[in-house]
């Protein structure tokens, strides 16, 4: 507990409103999405934090962080609070809420950087930067996420790294009110330059901040970034029909496509990734599961649930890859058209009709498709398929509603990821190792099998058991694919199959070398992974130690439990 | 001193040099950078395992040493060390232990060349973008992890492009591995699963290779790296737009870059070129820098396996009308140069001897990063201070490389000078320290500090300095690997 006088010290800092010790607003901040996957009793409150606090500028978090450094208490920032590692890890823990931090610093539209404050979501930063012709790369957790989370703090998946690349390596410099309290900027900023490089002068000392994964608040707090920046050369702005949930574009955008390719093999669509890649074709995409299609095709949970019975989906549609074709001019969106159509005949794919298809074709097509065990093998085979199949049509909405579908999740991104497990309650995500796009194939069927006994009990949803959900990166220099699954958020039974199921999937990547999960991070995780990955997690232990040696800051996301935390804080966990 | 013990004991299963002639071959031939100590010898370790061994021995024989994979003549200074110490020459190391198409990466040992690499892998039809006709000797692995920019910004998404994953020693003598190399599994297993060692961030939360990369030998000892290569084009048409206004070309140059249009580009003036065109054939130099105007910049267009031909037409029309609405022209002669000839001029190796030293036997660079529209201002700053050193306008090199997808640039002035001549050598060292000082406060960045700028540059953003010291002491605890190096 934080004495009156503790309690007059810090609003002295921020100002008294911004002070929060009080009870409803500490238990609003001690459940997350999943959160009772951060304990052994499956409880679905976290600690409740010592008080929450919502600071205004870095100066006073460098005062917050000395308190901390004298005081028996941590700090934890988070920037949307969105994901479950924002979660404090100690009932020590004083929660930092940056959203009073909600600035679009710069936008240098020559050089294509922005500079922004952790509270400027995804959506708001793209919204003002279409207006400019540029974009910025969005995790796929959705346009509600933070910018700057995300380019210094955690992960960086998402469907524009196609083009745009993993969020990491587009920072172009950092603020940081580091664990000591003092406010160091990073790179070029750091030597009174403009915002373009977080490297050097000499070494790279932005590798102890930013990883693969990030430092998840356990080392200080970010205050600005500077963020690289890509093209945008469609339209400004784009009007809609329709309503909540569905609206619909009214009409198409320039120089840019939405494609559904369809393959009968995970040959077929790998080696159609690689190759879509080297030709640049992709500015987007995304490895659509079968039953996240089916999602899409339906608008509401009845619907998925007859569409997903019919049976056609899981062999229609096992390898799909969605992709948006972006153009600077029209003739370049001709030739990158040209260039899809001839890689996915190649590979032997089909484009599917941008068709918002009436659900009734499906129950016409069912018994077809149960007579074979892969009937896109066979329909690829017919000739003259493509062509037939682009005769389809229906009419203009049903195209822009299919359109639209696909454009708010592989460019615009509208919707967040909750819209993906609609289905279910929760979600939970597993392996998800970055490297190659095929090796993403690998990891998404060594968590299917897995999933698969869980499923067959009923514990959790019969998704068909690949959701395994990712894309490609740098134009398929890169590629992951993650293990995706849904679960009851209610139900205990399904609640325990999830935990078995992620932690059999981490000593799974570890036997069959399938890199290191999204879940690699934070003490427990990192003591399984590290000795496995020459200790890596040994240097994490140092880094704490030596630039945090008082405990300013909530570190069981990043080194483990603090040294502050209470004894019964500092027990393991299984992070989905 | 290094003991004789230790000698002995490294020469049994090593290469130990220690005549002063080879060791005089490891000094900086610079004489405008401050000469450190002559190495008490040379060390080529047969093997990791051996490389490890050195390691501990000189923490055993508290010496220090310097890891270096090109071959001579070294210029720059980042192999300078004013402590006892010894070389670790890995040069001998160059193989390609590994290449796989479908993924785009190859592995190389620290002693792999451009020229050797790039052979090997056009036969795979890939390729690895080169810096500006690198020296016959340099090595890939010491140009990629000192940030060395190339010549094809379009395939630079970041600063540690193209470096995928790596190999290194710690000063303790610990072996680790980064990036998706690090594991788990061994890289055969990671293979058999479908890894390539391409992710170049982690194992985890820490970036362990951004900390080695840029730190010139201070912070590990690399073994081998993995690189991300491209392909190579499989038609080419390269092309080049020319004049007297910088500001033109850099408004163009913007316009390209931003939609990913074009292939290889950098800028140069006429000095430059013409050195760089006349490195094996100095006798043309002045009949080529006379023919041409202020600034040449390089077009590269091209096709690739997919559509080729028409993917250049297109892109051949929009960079046409994107120089013609800059007031330029896309041509492919400008004065004595033809642009296929400085293409492949600024992609093959240079020769025994560095581009920039071969009019007046040496040269002075200065390079820092910035943003491409701030050339001219730093171009100005050069100038200015030249003046004041008699140096006159049409003596300064200049080289002007985007980066990164065009988000940054490398800027260069090159002053050739004769390392003969004490006053111009005394001279140049002066300019240096001025230029370098100005350039400073009109905030260029010096993000790969050498000579002058390695003295002044760490106290710009002392907690950034403290910093680099704490990682010293997590990385080298012991102080062993170029030691003094940024007065750690
Ligand atoms: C990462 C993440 C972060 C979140 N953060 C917050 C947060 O900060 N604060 C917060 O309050 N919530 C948070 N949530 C919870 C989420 O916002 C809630 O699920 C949401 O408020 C409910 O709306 P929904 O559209 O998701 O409803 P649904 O998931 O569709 O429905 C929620 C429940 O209501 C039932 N239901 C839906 N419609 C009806 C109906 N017509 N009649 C009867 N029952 C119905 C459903 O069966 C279901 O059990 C978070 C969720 C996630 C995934
Ligand atoms: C349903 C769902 C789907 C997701 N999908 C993806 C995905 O596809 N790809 C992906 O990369 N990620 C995904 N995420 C994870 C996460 O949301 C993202 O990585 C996101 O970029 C982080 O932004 P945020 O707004 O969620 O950050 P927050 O929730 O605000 O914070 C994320 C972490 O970073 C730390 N942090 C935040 N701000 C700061 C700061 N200013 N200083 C120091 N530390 C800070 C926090 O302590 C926390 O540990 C998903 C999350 C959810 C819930």
Known sequence: MLTVDELKELKDIVGQEWVKDDLPTRDAYSIYYNSSSLNKEDKLWTARPAAVIMPKTPKEISELTKFCNRKDFMLKPFSTGWITSSAPGSRKTILLDLKRMDKIIDIDIKNQIAVVEPYVRAIDLQSELWKHGLNVHAVSCGGNHSILASTAAAWGYGITGASMGYQARNMLGVEWVMPSGEILTLGSPGDGAEWFSTDGPGPGVRGLIRGFQGTFGGLGTFTKVGVKLYRWDSDPEYEVHGGSPKYVLNRELPNLGVFILMFPSKKQITDAGYKLGEAECNYSDFRMPAFFIALGFTDNNLELKQLWSTGVFPKLARYVLTVCVHGHSKKEYQWKVKALKQIVKESGGLILPMQQIPLAAFDIVKPFFKMFKNPLKLITRIPFIQEITDMMKTSEEMRLKLLTTAFFILVRHANNSQGGFRASSGMFTSVGAFDTWDMGFEQADYIAGVKRPAIEKGLILDDGGDLGSGGTFDFGHLGYIEGIGEYSTNDPESRKATKAIVEESLHGTIERSLGLPIAAFGGPMNQLFGPHCYNYHEMIMKIKAKLDPNSSYDSWTYSGASEKAFPDEKEGYTFF | ?488
């Not at chain 2, 402590?83 to 590994?98: G, Y």
């Not at chain 2, 006709?133 to 540690?160: C, G, Y």
């Not at chain 2, 993995?226 to 038609?235: A, K």
């Not at chain 2, 200049?398 to 090159?414: G, L, R, S």
Request: a neutral charge.
């Open chain 2, 1 to 488: 001193m290094i003991s004789t013990n230790i000698l002995n004991d490294l020469g049994q299963n090593n290469t130990v040099e220690t005549s002063l002639d080879k060791l005089k071959t490891y000094e900086v031939s610079n004489p405008l950078v401050r000469s450190g100590r002559t190495p008490q010898c040379v060390i080529k370790p047969k093997d990791v395992p051996e490389l490890q061994k050195v390691i501990r021995k000189a923490k055993e024989g508290k010496f220090g040493l310097v890891p270096v994979s090109s071959g001579g003549p070294h210029t720059k200074g980042g192999i300078s060390c004013s402590a006892n110490h010894a070389v670790v020459d890995l040069a001998d190391w160059n193989k390609i232990p590994w290449v796989n198409r479908r993924n785009r990466v190859c592995f190389v040992e620290p002693g792999v060349t451009y020229g050797q690499l790039n052979n090997f892998l056009q036969g795979y039809g890939m390729t690895l973008p080169t810096p500006l006709a690198p020296r016959d000797t340099k090595s890939v692995l010491a140009s990629t992890i000192d940030r060395e920019p190339h010549i094809w910004p379009r395939m630079q998404w970041d600063f540690q492009d193209p470096v995928a994953c790596t190999e290194f020693i710690y000063g303790t003598g610990e072996l680790f591995r980064s990036g998706a190399a690090g594991g788990p599994g061994t890289l055969e297993e990671q293979r058999k699963s479908k890894g390539a060692q391409k992710m170049p961030m982690g194992p985890g939360q820490t970036d362990f290779q951004r900390i080695l990369i840029g730190a010139q030998g201070s912070m590990g000892i690399m073994t081998w790296i993995s690189l991300r290569t491209e392909l190579l084009p499989s038609i080419e048409r390269p092309m080049l737009v020319a004049g007297d206004r910088l500001s033109k070309i850099i408004e163009y140059v913007y316009e390209v870059q931003r939609p990913w249009l074009g292939e290889h580009t950098f800028i140069l003036n006429r000095l430059a070129a013409a050195m760089l065109m006349t490195c094996g054939n100095p006798g043309s130099f002045d009949r080529i820098r006379n023919s041409l105007p202020e600034y040449i910049c390089m077009q590269n267009i091209a096709g690739f396996e997919r559509l080729p031909t028409e993917r250049l037409e297109y892109q051949y029309e929009e960079l046409k009308n994107m120089a013609g609405g800059n007031g330029l022209k896309l041509v492919d002669k400008v004065g004595e140069i033809e642009a296929p000839a400085l293409l492949k001029a600024a992609q093959s190796p240079c020769g025994p001897r560095d581009w920039r030293h071969v009019v007046k036997g040496h040269c002075l660079s200065i390079f820092f990063l910035s943003l491409l529209n701030n050339s001219e201002k730093y171009i100005a700053v050069a100038r200015e201070s030249a003046r004041a050193f008699n140096i006159p306008d049409e003596q300064i090199g200049i080289y002007i490389q985007p980066v990164i997808q065009n988000h940054a640039c490398h800027i260069e002035f090159m002053v050739p000078f004769n390392p003969d001549d004490n006053h111009e050598v005394e001279n140049l060292k002066n300019y240096e320290a001025d230029v370098t000082e100005r350039l400073i406060k009109a905030r260029a960045f010096f993000s790969r500090p050498y000579g002058k700028a390695a003295e002044m540059v760490f106290k710009n953003n002392p907690g950034n300095t403290e910093l680099i010291r704490v990682i010293k002491g997590l990385f080298d605890p012991e102080n062993i690997l170029s030691p003094g190096k940024f007065n750690l």
